[in-house]
């Protein structure tokens, strides 16, 4: 349905002022409800035309007779003419519900709405834009509008009134040969027809395809409509002497079966042509038999008569029935040929099946717009569908509703989870029920999101907190900088309904502690070194050496106080080592010794052999040791203990040699790093509290790694001990902080 011209809209005084009451426009109750609408209607929209240049009159005549040809009620073609007169009335509702009833007003002011919607849609088909500012892909867009024509309204019959209407549209625009406006007709081909098709109404789905391919492609449509034409009469002939020798076959073996002929329509031959890559000659089942039986067994047993007497093409024959498509579908599809070398398709199923392929959740959605053989599509198996196959049922049931509040009472419920609303651009935007102009601006753009400080919907402004309904368009209004308010996170104020965008608002704010934190880390950090007379040091080298992947990592746990400033102290400033002739001294040491392997230990026993602490597991004293002579980087120093040492000496016993510890005096002796793995009850100031029990034990941590998942936190610490023996102390201490449920040395 189309909106009048715009010199159509104004009514003069006198009449204006007859619609605002409903008793001077009140007609006999006696006369049957289409009737009785369409004389309420006249006087309005008899001179009046479309926007197309159709008659509205006339336009309303043609829908109501479409509707009572698909089995609509006489209300629902009633509400035709209701539809363009109530835009000439001042309070429309109330005027037609004295003299219609409720439902019939409400049924024809929500299809007014949608026309209104679609009109806004089809007008902006450039530069649609989704979410986050992406291009909107047009199967996406297509899918969009097609969910909002069915949760726009709570009645199923505001989407077959403008079903209808597009179809008389385009009849109108074929009997008058007018230029077709591309927009109108791409969205009658991509929208309404795969509607039409979901809801089982065959007779609008088909020839809407067939209108709307032959504006779009008017070339191609010609072209086949020709290859068709060509023998149209002998090929009519040849299928209807071929369909009662079919029949009269299956009734001499007993089985009484149905058989029709299945028109092949022009745009079904276009879409199997370019979907299979297939000449137009190689479209099978452009002749095509349908055969209805009443068991299965009978389908078999005609599909063994069809092809003893014709010649089966192996690689077209599918059996639905032993294997049937994921959406239910069932059916044998055959394809024989003739005495004349044609190709026939057959499809055989059982009533039941039959049934389902025309009312059912298949009804050709997965096989037309989503098959496995090479179309392509939407699939079938989403809870969008089922909710589909529940509306094909409400066609049906709609006949015997007297009132329209049934009805929506029915459909209603099927999509109250969600909304669908317009951006400015008329990009459809699915949101939750309840979702306010803040989660439409999350669900935009993030960045929208953040500086929304007002919205319009319908050009009105509203309240942030205000919800949204279906079909609304809504424009928000920015800041160019600035974030979202804590307020929104409040669910007794009312702002966000969407999960979704709840989450963008917490990580907004999460984002801007973490910054406030690493800020007063930074300042921390910046006057120890300045105390220390270390200015000049880089802070990412100094963080690296700590053990932390950037110097904000350093920053943000100690600015939580979470790190001891020590630790930076005994890295730039450590303390001078003692020499020792006797052991080999893993970090630093003096003497000739040392002077030979400066960047290792060595041996004892041996000079000048360059040693190195292996980092697998980190020995210490006095842990029990091997040697293992490496290729150019000296012995390296394993425990006993250690499954790579044990590896290398199976595989390679000649290169492993006695080692020992030396004695360690004075109070520089050296120290070695060893790992400390503990696993805590994650909480505030944990990591502060296990530092300060290794600074107290005089143990110097020169790298932290943690890992917290789920309220668990993982630490790993690299501290530089003296001796082992002393390391169990401190592991007992640490076992004793708060939440600490395991501590070892790895």
Same mark, same amino acid.
Request: net charge positive; aromatic share 6%; proline share 5%.
């Given at each position: ?152 309204? $709570?009645? &199923? /019959? #505001? @989407?077959?009134?403008?079903? +209808?209407?597009?179809? =008389?549209? *385009? ?115 452009? $002749?095509? &038999? /349908? #055969? @209805?039986?009443?068991?299965? +067994?009978?389908?078999? =047993?005609? *599909? ?117 609303? &317009? ?324």
């Amino acid at each position: 349905m189309h909106a009048p011209s715009a010199q159509a809209t104004e009514l003069p005084p006198v009449m204006r002022a007859t619609a605002d009451a409903a008793d001077t426009l009140a007609v006999p109750d006696s006369i049957d409800p289409r009737a009785k609408a369409r004389a309420f209607a006249e006087p309005f929209i008899a001179a009046e035309s479309l926007d197309t240049g159709e008659n509205i009159l006339l336009h309303a005549d043609a829908v109501a007779r479409i509707l009572a040809e698909i089995g609509g009620s006489v209300g629902m073609q009633a509400a035709t003419y209701l539809v363009y007169a109530c835009q000439h009335l001042n309070k429309p509702e109330e005027v037609m519900a004295k003299a219609f009833g409720a439902p019939l007003a409400q049924l024809a002011m929500q299809t007014m709405q949608l026309v209104q919607v679609q009109r806004m849609s089809r007008a902006s088909d450039k530069g649609i834009h989704g979410p986050d500012n992406t291009p909107l892909s047009a199967r996406l867009q297509t899918e969009n509008v097609r969910k909002m024509l069915l949760a726009f309204s $709570r009645d &199923l /019959r #505001v @989407v077959m009134l403008r079903l +209808a209407s597009r179809l =008389q549209t *385009l009849r109108h625009f074929a009997q008058t040969k007018l230029p077709v406006p591309p927009a109108l007709a791409s969205e009658s081909l991509q929208v309404f027809a795969p509607l039409a098709n979901r809801l089982g109404i065959w007779q609008i789905k088909w020839e809407m395809e067939d209108l709307s391919f032959r504006f779009l492609e008017p070339t191609t449509y010609r072209e086949i409509a020709l290859l068709l034409d060509e023998k149209r009469t002998e090929r009519e002939r040849h299928m209807l002497s071929l369909r009662e020798r079919l029949q009269q076959a299956l009734a001499e073996q007993g089985i009484p079966a149905q058989v029709d002929g299945r028109p092949k329509h022009i745009y079904s031959i276009v879409r199997k042509m370019r979907g299979k890559s297939l000449p137009f000659e190689r479209v099978f089942d452009i $002749r095509a &038999l /349908r #055969v @209805v039986v009443p068991s299965v +067994a009978d389908c078999y =047993q005609a *599909l063994s008569w069809v092809h003893e007497h014709f010649a089966p093409i192996a690689q077209e024959f599918d059996d639905y029935i032993a294997k049937p498509k994921a959406n239910g579908y069932q059916s044998l599809h055959t394809v024989v040929r003739d005495s004349l070398g044609a190709a026939i398709e057959v499809q055989i199923r059982t009533h039941a099946m039959h049934a389902h392929a025309e009312h059912g959740v298949a009804a050709h959605w997965a096989y037309k717009e989503a098959g496995a053989k090479g179309y392509s599509g939407v699939s079938a198996n989403s809870d969008y569908d089922s909710k589909i196959a529940v509306l094909r049922q409400l066609l049906a049931w709609e006949r015997d509703l007297s009132g329209a509040a049934q009805a929506s009472a029915s459909s209603g419920a099927l999509f109250e989870d969600r909304i669908y609303v &317009l951006t400015p651009g008329a990009a459809v935007v699915e949101l939750p029920q309840g979702a306010t102009p803040v989660d439409f601006a999350y669900t935009v753009h993030t960045n929208l999101g953040h500086r929304c400080r007002g919205a319009k919907v319908d050009g009105v402004m509203v309240p942030l907190n205000t919800p949204l309904a279906n079909g609304q368009t809504v424009e928000i209004t920015a800041i160019k900088e600035g974030g979202p308010s804590r307020d929104w996170l409040n669910p007794d104020l009312g702002f966000l309904a969407s999960p979704r965008a709840r989450a963008k608002v917490r990580a907004w704010f999460n984002v801007q502690v973490i910054a406030e934190t690493v800020a007063k880390g930074r300042e921390a950090v910046e006057k120890f070194l300045q105390r220390l007379g270390r200015t000049a040091i880089r802070l990412e080298d100094l963080a690296s050496q700590l053990g932390f992947k950037s110097a904000d990592g350093l920053f943000e746990v100690v600015g939580k106080d979470e790190y001891s400033l020590r630790n930076i102290e005994v890295l730039l400033n450590p303390p001078e080592p003692t020499a020792d002739d006797e052991g080999f001294l893993p970090k630093k040491f003096k003497g000739s010794m040392a002077r030979q392997s400066p960047s290792g230990v060595l041996v004892v026993g041996v000079d000048s052999l360059l040693t190195q602490l292996s980092r697998c597991c980190k020995p210490a004293p006095p842990d029990v040791i091997g040697g293992f002579v490496t290729r150019g980087k000296g012995v390296s120093i394993h425990r006993h203990d250690c499954s790579n040492f044990r590896e290398l000496a199976v595989r390679h016993g000649e290169r492993v040699i006695e080692v020992r510890w030396g004695e360690h005096k004075g109070p520089n002796a050296s120290v070695y790093p060893v790992d400390v793995v503990v696993e805590a009850n994650d909480r505030q100031g944990l990591l502060r509290d296990i530092s300060e029990v290794f600074a107290k034990e005089k143990m110097n941590v020169i790298g932290v790694q943690t890992l917290s998942v789920k309220g668990t936190a993982w630490m790993t610490f690299t501290v530089e001990i003296g001796n082992a023996v002393n390391l169990v102390k401190a592991l007992t201490t640490v076992r004793s902080v708060k939440g600490v449920r395991t501590a070892r040395r790895r």
